[in-house]
C-alpha cells in the first residue's frame, strides 16, 4: 500500500534525521588528540553528517507531506467499513525477528545444535501453519546437525556447545 | 624460439600432470561453494587450504587456492541471484539484476549469464596478466594517495546508478555507509570514534556482517508473508547456456566489464566489489534501455560478474610482478607463495620461470573448470527455488547468522548483523536503496583515509587532485558523471511535469 510506504518513509527519514543529529553531538563532544595542521578526527564526519541531516529533512518534509495528502484522500474517498485494515506490520515479520533474537541469545545456553533445531523448528511452522508438525521437527533436526557438521568440523568454526561440554566433562 | 618452447612444454607439462588438475578441480569446488554460501568467502576458502597444500608443489599448491580464488568469485552470484543474497561482497551488484531475474523465472538464464560472464572476465585478465604483467605493474606501483582518492570519488559517484528512483534516498543510503564506516580507528590521529567505549567496534564494522544484515535478513522478513511463486520449469540445457546470438549482441558489455575489472585488479587495494559496481555503471550508461536495469536485464548480471571476476588476474600482476597484493584474497595466496619458497617479485620471473607458467596455466585451467562446474551446476542450483518458503527462509536464518558468526567467531558480529537487518528490513519498507550503503561501506573509509592523506601531502590544497595526471583524469570524468546524472534527473522530471 502506498500510505503504508510512506508511514514507513516518515519513520525511517525521521529515525535517520535523529541519529545524523545524535552523532553530530558525538562528534562535537568527544575528546581529539589532534595537534596540528589538517583535518581533526571528526572534521570529515562532521561534513558528512551535516549533509545527510539536510538531506535527511528533505525526504522527511517530503513523506510527511505525502502521508498527510494520502489520509486525506482516503478519508475523502467512500471506503466500506467492511474492508479489513492490513496491519503495518505483519505479525510473522514481528515474531520472526523475535525469534531470531531469541535463538542467538539461546546459543549460549543451550549451544549452537540445539538452539538451530528449536529455532527452525518453531520459525518453519509459524510461516507455514499447513506443514506437518513432524516434518518441521525433522527438517528441522537434519538442518540443525547438517549446518554443524559442514561449518563446525568442516571449516573449523568454533560454536558453543555447553551442553555437549557437560556431558563430555 | 627457445622461449616459447619452455613455455609450450611446461603448459602442457602442467596439463598433463594428473594431480594438479584433480587439486586444481577441488579447489575451484570449494571456492564455488564458499562463494555461494554467504558469510564465507573467497578470502576464506584460500586460507582454509594454505594448511592443505603444505605437502604439494608449488604449482600443484598455487593452483588449488588459483581455483579456490576464481570459483569464490564467482560463486556469489549463486545465492545472489537465487535469493537475492550475495555470497561474496563482490556479488552486490549481480542481486540488482539477477534476483529479479530469478522471480521472473529465469534464474538458470541469469546463473548461464553469470556463469558465462565470469568465465569471460577472469579469462580477459588472464591474457593480460600473461602478456602485460611487468609493464603494467610499473604503472600502478606510482599510485598514491591522490589517485586512491579520485577512485574512492569516482566510485562513490556511482551510488546514482544503484539508487534506484530516488538519487536523494540513495545518497542518504550512501553517507549512512560512510557513517558505518567512520566507527573504529582515525586512520591518521588513531583517535577512537563512534565506539561508545565497546571493544568491538575499535576494529571497525566489518563488512561481510553488515553485507548479510543489510541483504539477508531484509530478504528474509520481507518473504515470510510471500508464497512460492516461480514455477518448477522443466529445464532444458538451452535455456541457461547463453546462445551465441546472445552472446554476440552483448560482446561490446563483456568485453568492456572485463577490462574495468581486470584494470581496477591491477590497482592495489581495491577490489570485486568496486569493479562491479563501476562496470555496472557504465553498462547502465551505454545501454539502449537503461530504464530496465534493476529489473531483470541480463547485461547487469553480465556486468557485474565479469568486472568482478576481471579482478582475479588482474589482482595477481601487481602480486606476481611486485610482491604487492591487488585485494584481499591475493594477500592470503602472497601468504601462500611464500611458504612454498616463492618470493614474488621481478626475480620470481627469472628465477622460477617454469613455476610462473605453472602458475599461469592453472589460472587458465580454474577457469574453464569454474564455468563448467556452474553450468552442470545450475540445474541443482535452480531447485533452490522449489524449496517451501517457510522452510527456506528458518534455514537462511541459520545460514545468515552462522556466516556472520564465522569470521571472528564473535557474538558481537551476529548483533550486529540483527541489528542492520532489522534497520535493512523497515529501509526496504521505506523504499530505501540498500546497495548504495554497501558502496559507503566499502569505499567511504577508503576516500576519507586517502583524502586526509593527499592533503597533508598538498598542505591542504585541493590542487593536488588536479595537478597529478591519473587523479585528475578520474576526478574529471567523475564530474562528468555526475553532471550527466544531474541532467538525466532534471529531464526526467521536465517530461514527468509536462504528462501531467
Same mark, same amino acid.
Given at each position: ?30 575528546? $581529539? =588528540?589532534? !595537534?596540528? @595542521?589538517?583535518? #581533526? ?5 562532521? &561534513?558528512?553528517?551535516? /549533509?545527510?541531516?539536510? %538531506? ?19 478519508? $475523502? =474517498?467512500? !471506503?466500506? @467499513?467492511?474492508? #479489513? ?5 505483519? &505479525?510473522?515479520?514481528? /515474531?520472526?525477528?523475535? %525469534? ?20 527452525? =523448528? ?16 525433522? /527438517? ?30 | ?500
Amino acid at each position: 500500500m502506498d500510505k503504508d510506504k510512506k508511514f514507513f518513509e516518515v519513520v525511517v527519514s525521521a529515525f535517520l534525521l535523529a541519529l545524523t543529529v545524535f552523532l553530530l553531538y558525538i562528534s562535537y563532544t568527544s575528546p $581529539s =588528540t589532534f !595537534v596540528a @595542521d589538517g583535518l #581533526a578526527s571528526m572534521d570529515f564526519p562532521k &561534513s558528512v553528517f551535516y /549533509i545527510q541531516a539536510v %538531506l535527511c529533512l528533505i525526504v522527511l518534509v517530503n513523506s510527511v507531506k505525502k502521508y498527510l495528502l494520502c489520509i486525506k484522500e482516503e478519508r $475523502s =474517498t467512500q !471506503v466500506s @467499513d467492511k474492508v #479489513a485494515k492490513t496491519p503495518l506490520i505483519n &505479525s510473522k515479520v514481528l /515474531i520472526s525477528i523475535i %525469534l531470531i533474537i531469541i535463538y542467538v541469545f539461546l546459543w549460549d545456553y543451550l549451544g549452537f545444535i540445539l538452539s538451530s533445531f528449536i529455532f527452525f =523448528t518453531v520459525e518453519s511452522r509459524i510461516l507455514d501453519k499447513e506443514k506437518a508438525l513432524w516434518k518441521c521437527v525433522i /527438517i528441522g533436526l537434519l538442518v540443525a546437525l547438517l549446518s554443524y557438521v559442514i561449518f563446525g568440523i568442516l571449516f573449523q568454526v568454533s560454536f558453543p556447545e555447553p551442553l555437549l561440554d557437560l556431558f563430555l566433562g | 624460439m627457445n622461449d616459447l618452447s619452455f613455455i609450450i612444454t611446461h603448459f602442457f607439462a602442467t596439463l598433463s600432470d594428473p594431480l594438479t588438475m584433480f587439486m586444481v578441480l577441488v579447489g575451484t569446488f570449494m571456492g564455488l561453494v564458499f562463494g555461494a554460501l554467504p558469510g564465507l568467502t573467497a578470502t576464506m576458502a584460500v586460507a582454509l587450504l594454505i594448511p592443505l597444500t603444505f605437502t604439494l608443489d608449488p604449482v600443484t599448491a598455487i593452483g588449488m587456492m588459483l581455483g579456490a580464488y576464481v570459483g569464490g568469485i564467482a560463486g556469489g552470484a549463486v545465492s545472489a541471484t537465487l535469493l537475492n543474497i550475495p555470497g561474496t561482497p563482490s556479488a552486490v551488484v549481480t542481486t540488482l539484476d539477477g534476483y529479479p531475474m530469478a522471480k521472473q523465472g529465469r534464474g538458470a538464464e541469469a546463473l548461464g549469464w553469470a556463469a558465462f560472464a565470469s568465465g569471460f572476465g577472469s579469462l580477459i585478465s588472464w591474457l593480460v596478466l600473461v602478456l602485460l604483467a611487468p609493464a603494467l605493474a610499473k604503472v600502478c606501483v606510482g599510485f598514491a594517495s591522490p589517485e586512491y582518492a579520485a577512485l574512492a570519488f569516482f566510485g562513490l559517484t556511482i551510488i546514482a546508478a544503484v539508487s534506484g528512483k530516488s538519487i536523494v534516498k540513495g545518497l542518504i543510503g550512501g553517507m549512512l555507509g560512510m557513517t558505518f564506516a567512520f566507527v573504529g580507528l582515525d586512520p591518521i590521529w588513531g583517535d577512537l570514534r563512534f565506539t561508545f567505549g565497546n571493544m568491538n567496534l575499535m576494529s571497525g564494522i566489518s563488512i561481510m556482517p553488515a553485507l548479510i544484515g543489510l541483504y539477508s535478513i531484509p530478504q528474509i522478513l520481507l518473504s515470510c508473508t510471500e508464497k512460492n511463486t516461480v514455477k518448477n520449469i522443466n529445464l532444458k540445457l538451452h535455456n541457461f547456456v547463453p546462445s551465441p546470438k546472445k552472446i554476440w549482441k552483448s560482446k561490446v558489455n563483456i568485453i568492456r566489464s572485463s577490462i574495468i575489472g581486470t584494470i581496477i585488479g591491477i590497482i592495489p587495494a581495491t577490489g570485486g566489489n568496486i569493479a562491479a559496481f563501476m562496470s555496472y555503471d557504465q553498462a547502465k550508461r551505454f545501454s539502449k534501455d537503461p530504464d530496465s536495469f534493476g529489473k531483470g536485464n541480463p547485461d547487469g548480471v553480465i556486468a557485474s560478474e565479469a568486472a568482478n571476476n576481471g579482478v582475479c588476474g588482474g589482482a595477481l600482476v601487481p602480486l606476481m610482478t611486485l610482491g604487492i597484493p591487488g585485494d584481499s584474497v591475493t594477500a592470503v595466496l602472497l601468504g601462500g607463495l611464500l611458504i612454498h619458497g616463492l618470493t614474488p617479485g621481478p626475480a620470481l620471473f627469472v628465477e622460477h620461470y617454469d613455476i610462473v607458467i605453472g602458475i599461469f596455466t592453472t589460472l587458465l585451467v580454474a577457469t574453464i573448470m569454474m564455468v563448467l562446474l556452474q553450468l552442470v551446476g545450475i540445474k541443482l542450483f535452480v531447485r533452490i527455488l522449489s524449496v517451501p518458503v517457510n522452510y527456506l527462509s528458518a534455514g537462511l536464518v541459520i545460514l545468515s547468522i552462522v556466516g556472520s558468526y564465522a569470521l571472528r567467531s564473535n557474538i558481537f558480529d551476529v548483533g550486529l548483523t540483527i541489528a542492520l537487518g532489522i534497520l535493512g528490513y523497515f529501509m526496504a519498507r521505506a523504499d530505501y536503496p540498500v546497495a548504495p550503503v554497501v558502496l559507503g561501506l566499502v569505499l567511504g573509509g577508503m576516500f576519507e583515509r586517502e583524502v586526509r592523506l593527499a592533503l597533508r601531502l598538498s598542505d591542504g590544497s585541493l590542487s593536488i587532485f588536479f595537478t597529478r595526471p591519473v587523479a585528475c583524469v578520474i576526478v574529471l570524468i567523475a564530474f562528468a558523471v555526475i553532471t550527466s546524472n544531474i541532467i538525466k534527473n532534471l529531464r526526467t522530471r521536465h517530461k514527468i511535469n509536462n504528462n501531467s
